[in-house]
């Protein structure tokens, strides 16, 4: 059985920082397959990164200010989060298996429980 769990998550002031962490297990996952989406309330769920075999791809929003990584041997991806924003508050989802547009939700099969972020102004 596939689980993604992340965590790291929580309260920061605006300027802060936070990782956040999704380990996956029952299955390992390449990091091309795997990516970091967050969702804000009333708001729709949107991408934030994702890495393909030669490059990190990142939402304009998040460009320069959020880094993803990952530790094969732990199964396990990173997103270090500085210079957090009031409106990077949501909760966030890494998200694997993925077959499409790397931008898009729907092309993931697996999705984490999600982990809460909250940025104060």
């Known amino acids: 059985q596939v689980q993604l769990v992340e965590s790291g998550g929580g309260l920061v002031q605006a300027g802060g920082s936070l990782r956040l962490s999704c380990a996956a297990s029952g299955r390992t996952f390449s990091s091309s397959t795997m990516g970091w989406f967050r969702q804000a309330p009333g708001k729709e769920r949107e991408f934030v990164a994702t890495?393909?075999?030669?490059?990190?791809y990142y939402a304009d929003s998040v460009k320069g200010r959020f880094t993803s990584s990952r530790d094969n041997a732990k199964n396990t991806v990173y997103l270090q989060m500085n210079s957090l924003k009031p409106e990077d508050t949501a909760v966030y989802y890494c998200?694997?298996?993925?077959?499409?547009?790397?931008?898009?939700?729907?092309?993931?099969?697996?999705w984490g429980q999600g982990t809460q972020v909250t940025v104060s102004s």
């Open positions: 890495h393909s075999w030669s490059s990190t």
């Open positions: 998200a694997a298996d993925r077959s499409g547009s790397y931008y898009a939700s729907a092309s993931y099969r697996y």
